[in-house]
């Protein structure tokens, strides 16, 4: 089940929101959620008691919808809507002027959110795995959270202050994480698909909206393969050099190796969130605290690079177009291979059936001449078959198999029927008066066929 934003705004000043949210088998104050969600304006407490005495309030109309909003709220478990290729964006001749903010609103207590989180006893990188799922996409140890939390921020208000919006992916739309690669001086990732909040990951990618394209937004810290020396009193690696490494005593069984370890220096990746195409740039700082001074050249580069993604959906959605266009083709050549297999057995089955009736019925015939054939040899001798005796019963029970074996038993006893009823007589099975349409079979409902046979 799903609704539009327009026509929820047409129902929810048309009736109260009680009938509403009936009508969609949820509760009011759920479909108040929905209407919040797709910025739908809806009347205030009140609104119909005073529409009965006359004094309504004004109906606001329904503002127009931005880039990035969700266009109708889609009932969990249901498929979302299918996404259209966006237009070829049209970018503002100069920054808008938007209030400007010290933080960013996806930033609003998202700390404590990365604070509360757990790090895989195997992952010597030690990223956070917060448990809060709807967080923006920011990968990060918990030494270098503070900086990335900013590094986001600045390039989220970067970005809006030339006119583009920065948010959490709608939910009346599928967009997709691209997989990161996150080591630095790797072409790519192990798995391919870097995620650090369980198997899913964040549950919506961060999306910039240059006007209706959407780019993905992760901001991350680098990891590096160095030298560290396992401190066997601690059962722990420290990086070679560092002041933990020259603090911790000297053993005989300690040695050295390399591993990844996180490093301090922060990226960013955009990527295109849709499925059908690949399209992906990074910026990584080669020392820390550089990566600011790049939100301006980011922000151009997306700028000029959307058209081009506008491009590569084209182009896939062609190639899927001619793909579906094909796959029709070979369905239908399926389907009339499939219909043709079908015909070509059921003629097969047909040609088995009258071969099999026609058997029984020479056989029947054969019975029965076997029978009479008897019969005239115990007459010809002038002698008598006594009653009830034993060649009596078999004769008997042979003409009984050649009754219930003979195809054309079922021809008599319709013709009988169907005689008995013009004759108005008593049918010969059950001694009733049938009317015209009773008692008949399928085949001797319209008289008696022409040729029996």
Request: hydrophobic share 35%; glycine share 6%; with cysteine.
């Amino acid at each position: 089940m799903s609704v539009s934003r327009e026509k929820l705004y047409e129902e929810v000043w048309a009736e109260p929101m009680t009938k509403v949210a009936e009508r969609y088998d949820v509760s009011s104050n759920f479909l108040a959620r929905v209407c919040e969600q797709l910025n739908v304006p809806r009347p205030s407490r009140g609104h119909w008691a005073q529409v009965k005495v006359g004094r309504a309030e004004k109906q606001p109309s329904l503002p127009a919808a931005r880039p990035g909003d969700e266009r109708e709220w889609v009932r969990d478990g249901e498929r979302p809507r299918a996404m259209a290729v966006p237009r070829p964006p049209v970018l503002p001749r100069r920054p808008q002027k938007i209030e400007r903010l010290a933080r960013h609103p996806l930033l609003a207590g998202a700390l404590d959110h990365f604070l509360h989180s757990r790090v895989s006893a195997y992952d010597d990188e030690k990223y956070l795995r917060p448990y809060k799922r709807n967080l923006l996409d920011v990968v990060s140890s918990k030494e270098s959270l503070k900086r990335a939390l900013d590094a986001a921020s600045a390039l989220f208000l970067t970005l809006e202050g030339r006119g583009h919006r920065v948010i959490l992916a709608p939910s009346d739309a599928h967009y997709s994480r691209m997989g990161l690669i996150h080591r630095d001086g790797e072409k790519k990732s192990s798995d391919d698909n870097y995620r650090y909040g369980g198997r899913g990951g964040p549950a919506k990618p961060t999306l910039v909206f240059i006007d209706t394209v959407a780019i993905g937004l992760t901001v991350f810290e680098l990891s590096e393969e160095v030298e560290v020396r396992y401190i066997g009193g601690e059962s722990k690696y420290a990086r070679v050099g560092s002041r933990e490494e020259r603090a911790a005593p000297r053993r005989s069984h300690d040695w050295t190796t390399r591993q990844w370890l996180v490093s301090g220096r922060l990226g960013v990746h955009a990527y295109a969130p849709y499925s059908a195409i690949r399209w992906e740039r990074y910026w990584r700082e080669g020392k820390p605290g550089e990566l600011p001074a790049m939100f301006s050249a980011i922000a151009k580069e997306l700028e000029s690079q959307a058209p081009a993604i506008v491009t590569l959906l084209e182009q896939a959605a062609r190639e899927a177009e001619e793909c579906q266009r094909k796959w029709e083709i070979e369905r239908r050549e399926m389907e009339r291979k499939e219909a043709e297999r079908r015909r070509v057995e059921r003629e097969a089955q047909r040609e088995k059936e009258i071969v099999e009736t026609i058997s029984k019925w020479r056989m029947a015939r054969d019975v029965r001449a076997y029978v009479a054939e008897v019969h005239a040899l115990v007459k010809e001798a002038d002698l008598k078959i006594t009653e009830g005796a034993g060649a009596d019963q078999e004769l008997k029970w042979a003409l009984g198999y050649a009754d219930q074996i003979d195809p054309l038993m079922t021809w008599r006893n319709d013709i009988e029927k169907v005689k008995a009823k013009h004759a108005n007589k008593p049918c010969s099975e059950c001694g009733k008066v049938h009317g015209p349409e009773e008692g008949t079979s399928a085949s001797a409902k319209n008289g008696p066929p022409s040729d029996p046979r």
